[in-house]
T-cell receptor, first 111, second 113 residues
Framework: EDQVTQSPEALRLQEGESSSLNCSYT??????LFWYRQDPGKGPEFLFT???AGEEKEKERLKATLTKKESFLHITAPKPEDSATYLC????????????FGQGTRLTINP | NAGVTQTPKFRILKIGQSMTLQCTQD?????MYWYRQDPGMGLKLIYY???????DKGEVPNGYNVSRSTTEDFPLRLELAAPSQTSVYFC????????????FGPGTRLTVL
């Protein structure tokens, strides 16, 4: 059974304090690992897709990396507007993009 | 483009009542999905569709039904609502520049009492 575990469950940082979120996964035949951002009361918003170990993607203060067992979302010099829940998901198998999500990391950036 | 739209935004049902959650996308995406999200949890796939007339079960389909008569619409039907179906429901479709981005609607918050 495909599984995704995210840690920590919650993280509180000061503005400018860099850190990383972890996403560990077990899946047979990874087709893609996805990161989403979710603001309170809203649907998830796509950030990145990673396909193979060693791949990296960047967007503003966020950088996602992938190994064979886990992915990291690095946040550099975060700002209060980066506060959100970050969700990780994996896709396995062929056909439709049936994602298996982790429970998320709730990130709070204090000014 | 409005993207993925969902109605209603909020609903309270009594045990045993039925309702349909509406989902529409205007991006001409073939793949559409329904998820539920319980407090502090990730999303779980209920049903998905790869095109008009084709649907299949996801991880947690019991108590739900879907239909897909057009590319744009993918309604989710709850029959005989139960307290365990209290959740936030998200509809999504797959597309984007690389064809791998799931676009989510704003969600429907359902409470069954």
């Amino acid at each position: 059974e495909d599984q995704v575990t995210q840690s920590p469950e919650a993280l509180r940082l000061q503005e400018g304090e860099s850190s990383s979120l972890n996403c560990s996964y077990t899946v047979s035949g990874l087709r893609g690992l996805f990161w989403y951002r979710q603001d309170p009361g809203k649907g998830p918003e796509f950030l990145f897709t990673l396909y193979s170990a060693g791949e990296e993607k960047e967007k503003e203060r966020l950088k996602a990396t992938l190994t064979k067992k886990e992915s990291f979302l690095h946040i550099t010099a975060p700002k209060p507007e980066d506060s959100a829940t970050y969700l990780c998901a994996v896709q396995a198998g062929q056909g439709a993009q049936k994602l298996v999500f982790g429970q998320g990391t709730r990130l709070t950036i204090n000014p | 483009n409005a993207g993925v739209t969902q109605t209603p935004k909020f609903r309270i049902l009594k045990i045993g009542q039925s309702m349909t959650l509406q989902c529409t996308q205007d991006m001409n995406h073939n793949y559409m999905y329904w998820y539920r999200q319980d407090p502090g949890m990730g999303l779980k796939l209920i049903y998905y569709s790869v095109g008009a007339g084709i649907t299949d079960k996801g991880e947690v389909p019991n108590g739900y039904n879907v239909s897909r008569s057009t590319t744009e619409d993918f309604p989710l039907r709850l029959e005989l609502a139960a307290p365990s179906q209290t959740s936030v429901y998200f509809c999504a479709s797959t597309g984007g520049r690389m064809g791998n981005e799931q676009f989510f609607g704003p969600g429907t918050r359902l409470t069954v009492l």
